[in-house]
């Protein structure tokens, strides 16, 4: 096995439970399942998925320069002699078989987050933490699903200082066998809001299958808790025994913050942390950022680092892409600034992101491009026209919106905000084309499928960006 791999050959066969078929590799450098993204050296998995069947590509893998593949039993004889197989009964039960081995041979500290909004930029901005004190390894964007978070615990290498891995769910008890499965020492709550309703009768049922996350911790292991949410108490509860810490707004949290004060690049933010002032930069705008970046703390702190070393790495967090990043785009007679929060939306990060938008000082006008959230269930239509509050007490100045449940927040603008509905995303470029003015403030969300990201991809063609504000 050589210094740079991941896996030995022969770690595999135990580790996937696998038999093989072929030349013992000498040890792969990476786990994929996708050859989009295979590196030379990969251990390739074939994942059947909803609309493709790895095994289809298994060939294509050994071309790329795979190592070897993980197969099922049903394809061994259509794909021996291709390269080295390790043959399996389920090739996802044998990409969580790995995941697991991973765990048990590390001595890592591990985190994971769950929450309903800022999973990903809580994950992100704790990963720039701890980097600056330790081999530190965390899941790829959004991989915190059945499949992502196996595959981030396969690629964990063995001498790892911290792990950090985001754990998403859509339906009640999603969260239990990903969180056995990672046996973090800190669990994060990042907020509970009303998202995936259509598999919960109430936001309840959304804090009760979140803190599922609590029954993998290890023993003596720390839960955080957003202070603020009104499932606060009912969260606690379900902690049990585990030592728990709180951050928010709340006098009774543990990392309370005090006050924000907005810069273009960011913000500086004042917090009384376990019975400390500290007042330090976040490289990110946004209240609710400031909020999560106190969980981050509490996390750093229970995992030994010194808190003001911790703040300070935080000066150099950038918002992950579609959540938050600003940009600097040239138009005729000046330019304009884009915020793109294009992936994903609920309501809680919809009204975040307009009071983002209400926060920023604009020489324009302050415009809000919106499209559906979904999974809402029953109560969409009241959920997307509810937003009209948060326009109106952030000052937008103009609203343009896509998709059939955004129709009924347009309809209920009073006709002084009302700029254009129209049925599908896309639609809009022309439209804000033709809209914008020097000066303006834009900013574009709704859910990943209401395709609101092409529609900031398209405007940064058209008007190619002067600079990152915020990337």
């Given at each position: ?6 896996w030995?050959?022969?770690?595999l066969?135990n580790g ?8 013992v590799?000498?040890g792969?450098s ?10 030379k ?5 074939a994942?059947?998925g909803?609309?493709n069947?790895?095994h289809d ?8 320069g795979a ?11 259509a794909?021996?002699?291709l ?5 399996v009964?389920?090739t ?6 790995l995941?697991r081995?991973?765990?048990?041979r590390?001595?890592?500290?591990i985190?994971?987050i ?10 992100e901005?704790l990963r720039l933490v701890?980097?600056s ?7 790829v964007a ?16 063995a ?9 998403g769910?859509?339906?009640?008890g999603?969260?239990t ?10 669990a994060?709550i990042?907020?509970?809001a ?7 009768d109430?936001i309840d049922?959304?804090?009760d ?13 720390m839960?955080i808790?957003h202070?603020?949410?009104?499932q ?7 902690a ?10 709340s006098e009774?949290a ?8 907005s810069r273009?690049?960011?913000q500086?933010?004042?917090a ?5 002032q ?7 705008p946004g209240?609710h ?5 106190l969980?981050?703390?509490l996390a750093a702190?229970?995992?030994g680092?010194?808190?003001?070393t ?8 950038k918002p ?6 600003r940009?600097?785009?040239p ?7 884009l915020?793109?929060?294009?992936y ?6 919809m009204?975040?992101?307009l009071?983002?938008?209400g926060d920023?000082n604009v020489k ?8 559906d ?9 009241d959920?997307?026209q509810?937003l009209?509050?948060s326009?109106?007490?952030n000052k937008i ?12 927040l ?10 254009e ?9 022309s ?5 914008i ?9 709704g859910s990943?499928?209401?395709?609101m ?12 960006p ?5 990337d």
């Open positions: 096995m050589s210094q740079s791999a991941l030995s050959g022969l770690a066969v996937l439970r696998a038999r093989l078929i072929g030349a590799p000498q792969v990476g786990v994929s399942i996708d050859t989009r993204t295979l590196n050296g990969d251990l390739y998995v994942i059947k909803e609309t069947d790895g590509f298994v060939a294509k893998a050994f071309e790329k190592g070897a593949a993980v197969i099922d039993e049903a394809h061994a004889d794909l021996k002699g390269g080295s197989l390790y043959v009964e389920d996802l039960s044998a990409l969580e078989s995941g081995a991973a765990r048990e590390t001595q890592a500290r985190t994971a769950t929450g309903s909004v800022g999973k990903t930029s809580t994950k901005a701890l980097e004190v330790g081999h530190t390894h965390a899941s959004s991989y915190n699903n059945h499949w992502g978070v196996p595959l981030t615990l396969a690629r964990m290498p001498q790892t200082d911290f792990g950090i891995f985001e754990i769910m859509n339906h009640a999603e969260i066998p990903l969180t056995k499965m990672v046996r973090p020492h800190i994060i990042t907020t509970i009303p998202v995936h309703l259509e598999a919960f109430s049922g959304i804090a299958a979140k803190a599922e996350i609590f029954s993998g911790l290890e023993p003596g292991g839960a808790v202070r603020d949410i009104a606060y108490e009912r969260i606690a509860i379900q049990g025994a585990t030592h728990m810490l709180s951050f928010g707004e009774e543990d990392a309370r913050l005090l006050s924000t004060s273009s690049e960011g500086d933010i004042t009384q942390i376990l019975g400390r500290l007042t330090y930069h976040l490289g990110a209240r950022m400031a909020i999560n970046s969980s981050i703390l702190h229970s995992l680092l010194d808190l003001a911790a703040a300070q790495a935080l000066a150099y967090f992950p892409t579609g959540r938050g990043a940009f600097e785009l138009i005729p007679n000046g330019t304009l600034t915020i793109d929060e294009s994903n939306a609920n309501p809680a990060s009204r975040a992101a009071t983002l938008l920023m324009g006008r302050r415009i809000a491009i919106l499209g959230m979904l999974e809402l269930g029953p109560q969409s239509a959920l997307h509810g009209i509050d326009i109106l007490a100045d103009l609203v343009f919106a896509s998709g059939p449940m955004m129709k009924h347009f309809d209920a603008l009073p006709a002084s905000l009302k700029g509905w129209v049925a599908e995303a896309q639609a809009l470029v439209v804000l084309t033709q809209s003015k020097a000066g303006d403030a834009l900013m574009i969300k990943n499928g209401s395709r990201g092409p529609v900031v991809a398209k405007l940064k063609e058209i008007f190619t002067e600079q990152t504000i915020a």
